[in-house]
């Protein structure tokens, strides 16, 4: 039986981490993660977990100490935010190269600056591609069971996993919450057995080697395999998951698309105000839907093609900028995804929102729906780069 | 156990020939001679900034490194064995483990002193029980000899050239074996290549065995960078001793003790004449280079027996 709880989304984490107990977490605070280290030292402090926890100088070094530890055979863990993940952006993209399964918790935030501590998501767009797997929570409940999921997805595969949430909207914001019973939690997630490590007995090993061009793209190339094969790996943990608690989860969540004609597509919390507009609308006979995107890594472009392969427009709602002056990151992605899939006829707008924590409200994605049935009634676009609700 | 290089020069090399470093290049020698040091029974875990030892001996699909070696980055050493050190702990504490392992970082003064310096400090102050040796050749080799923070005063670099306007490196070289001692740690030395070897091989032994973080700053000079002749090396790390431009001495537990005080203490001319990189220090009218660096010289030395008498 589940424990009903009420947990901040970095209590939850916190609690997640100490349920499975790992080797080593080398952390450094930053907001809006820092109650998860703060957290967990108290569990190390009161022998609650054995971890060994190193209070670091740096997010840099925070990276740092979990690639040697993963590499040393250790399951490693760290957490962050905003400008700690992307001062560590040059190892991400290491430890996803090494190949180690480390397992980052990230309260998204706002990139400086101005300075912000406020939730967008401009800071794990900007590290999409440095090669690690990632899945992002709406509310509490999916952080923590995200967090459940995580080792065994990268373990499987030997990819480094973020698990990722709103700063402050989830992460400081108490929810109810369904927790998993310790002792089921363990045989869930299971013991870290890498094949090799450098503390393995009789077998020295080397890592991080200097790679030529003669060999360097086959590196990136099993990367690329590894992240493909991702996919699959996170369908089959979920529905393991689902089994045990009952609670499914996709690489996308689909809400009303059965026949909708207009649709949004987005990440994190404002999915659930995204969703009270979708039934809202509903209710007054308008035929709109939407799509949450849970797997940034691997995206999901097969799934978002044929989930709105019968609308007749969408917006794509983006928490982060590109600044190349036409789309955000997803914006781009899911285009991409739907001309891959030779799905072009839905017209598709791309809006910039939220940033800086700026709210959203329900009405701000009715204002979206909006402009969307214009569009299906003109079959028009207009601008397809926008910003919503910005002061010009 | 008294030293003895022959018997020491018998124990199996754990960085193995066939890598690419340089002919006359201090590092591979500061590696191989600090490795001797480990009881051969005890395993290890060397890790390495990237550098010139790292990409010159792990290079895919070949490794030089016998012991279990990672490299992560440039300015990382000291939180990645930082790392492997404290999951070290964690699966010894769990019984996943029973051999007893020795951690050894390995940075050039680019790695060490100056963008990898914030990561080694961390590492320091935390205590991990690691050695970080810095194989100091006195600027970025690597890419091609531009100055560090480590470079000597007026030193010729590629970032550094002595110009018609700028005669070389303005700055004088960072102490960093004294910033080092400030962390608190139990053991910090300053060493290189002298003699049998005798003082390098007795600092290594103790910087490894002396539980928490220890500290070797180990002069490695760069043929290339330094501008020797490759078979001169040890002459150069003689002349460096002789005029106290590098002396040997060890801080334990806060206690600094001089290894060696040179007889008749020469010249920096001496030193610095034997280099390429100093070359437009000997021409006409600007004798006052090297008398300033003299000066500097006798200041830090008279400083360094200073703080060995107290």
């Given amino acids: 039986m589940g424990i009903r709880e009420r947990l901040s989304g970095n209590e939850a984490i916190a609690f997640a981490m100490k349920q499975i107990n790992p080797d080593v977490m080398g952390a450094f605070p930053i907001t809006p993660s820092t109650e998860i280290p703060q957290y967990f030292s108290t569990y190390v402090d009161n022998g609650e977990v054995d971890t060994e926890f190193i209070a670091v100088e740096s997010e840099h070094s925070a990276m740092s100490t979990c690639i040697g530890a993963q590499a040393a055979g250790a399951r490693s863990i760290s957490a962050t935010s905003s400008c700690g993940l992307i001062y560590m952006a040059e190892m991400l993209y290491v430890a996803a190269s090494d190949r180690l399964p480390i397992t980052l918790a990230v309260s998204c935030r706002a990139l400086s600056g101005p300075i912000n501590i406020n939730n967008d998501h401009s800071d794990i767009m900007s590290v999409r591609d440095a090669g690690w797997i990632m899945l992002y929570a709406e509310t509490n409940q999916e952080a923590y069971d995200n967090y459940l999921q995580a080792m065994r997805i990268g373990e499987a595969v030997q990819l480094p996993i973020m698990i990722c949430q709103d700063g402050f909207i989830t992460s400081h914001a108490i929810e109810n919450i369904e927790l998993v019973e310790t002792d089921q939690v363990k045989a869930f997630v299971g013991e870290y057995k890498p094949e090799h490590y450098l503390l393995k007995k009789d077998e020295p090993m080397a890592v991080g080697a200097y790679a030529t061009p003669v060999y360097y793209i086959e590196a990136k190339r099993q990367q690329a395999q590894a992240m493909m094969d991702a996919k699959d790996v996170i369908k089959q943990v979920a529905a393991e998951f689902a089994e045990m608690t009952g609670r499914s989860y996709g690489l996308i969540e689909e809400f009303m698309m059965e026949d909708a004609d207009e649709a949004v597509v987005i990440i994190g919390s404002s999915a659930g105000t995204a969703k009270e507009a979708v039934r809202q609308l509903r209710a007054q006979g308008k035929k709109v839907g939407l799509i949450k995107i849970r797997s940034i890594r691997p995206f999901p472009a097969e799934e978002i093609a044929q989930a709105l392969k019968n609308v007749k427009s969408f917006a794509v709602m983006d928490k982060a900028d590109s600044f190349n002056g036409h789309c955000g990151p997803m914006g781009a992605e899911v285009a991409a995804a739907m001309y891959a899939n030779k799905v072009t006829e839905p017209k598709m707008i791309n809006y910039i929102y939220g940033l800086g924590g700026r709210d959203v409200r329900v009405e701000s994605i009715q204002h979206v729906f909006a402009e969307l049935e214009k569009i299906t009634a003109s079959g028009e676009t207009g601008e397809t780069y926008r910003y919503l609700e910005v002061r010009e | ?310």
């Fill in chain 2, 1 to 310: 156990m008294a030293y003895n290089l022959k018997e020491n020069l018998m124990k199996e090399d754990r960085l193995a020939g066939g890598h690419r470093m340089c002919a006359g290049c201090g590092s591979p020698i500061a590696v191989r001679t600090i490795l001797r040091a480990l009881n051969p029974e005890d395993k290890a875990v060397v890790c390495s900034a990237t550098s010139c030892l790292e990409v010159s001996t792990f290079m895919y699909p070949y490794t030089a490194w016998k012991d279990s070696f990672i490299h992560n980055a440039f300015e990382n050493a000291g939180a990645t064995m930082s790392g492997v050190e404290t999951a070290y702990k964690a699966l010894k504490k769990r019984g996943k483990i029973d051999d007893t392992y020795k951690f050894i970082a390995f940075g050039g003064d680019g790695g060490t002193y100056d963008i990898g310096f914030q990561s080694l400090s961390g590492a320091m102050e935390r205590g991990h029980d690691m050695v970080y040796v810095c194989y100091d050749n006195e600027a970025y080799m690597n890419t091609g000899i531009q100055r560090s923070s480590s470079t000597p005063h007026f030193a010729d670099t590629t970032t550094t050239p002595a110009g018609t306007v700028i005669p070389g490196k303005l700055q004088q070289k960072k102490n960093l074996t004294k910033i080092m001692v400030a962390h608190g740690v139990p053991y910090v030395a300053q060493t290189t290549f002298v003699g049998n070897f005798k003082d390098i091989s007795e600092k290594a032994h103790k910087a490894i065995y002396t539980p928490g973080a220890a500290f070797l700053n180990v002069m490695a000079p760069c043929p290339r960078g330094w501008r020797y002749p490759s078979e001169q090396l040890m002459e150069v790390t003689k002349k460096a001793v002789e005029t106290c431009v590098w002396p040997l001495y060890e801080v334990i537990e806060g206690k600094y003790q001089l290894s060696y005080t040179p007889k008749n203490k020469l010249p920096v001319e001496e030193y610095l004449k034997m280099q390429g990189r100093f070359a437009h220090m000997f021409k006409p009218g600007n004798e006052w280079m090297i008398e300033q660096v003299q000066q500097e010289v006798d200041r830090n030395w008279e400083e360094l027996q200073k703080l060995c008498s107290l």
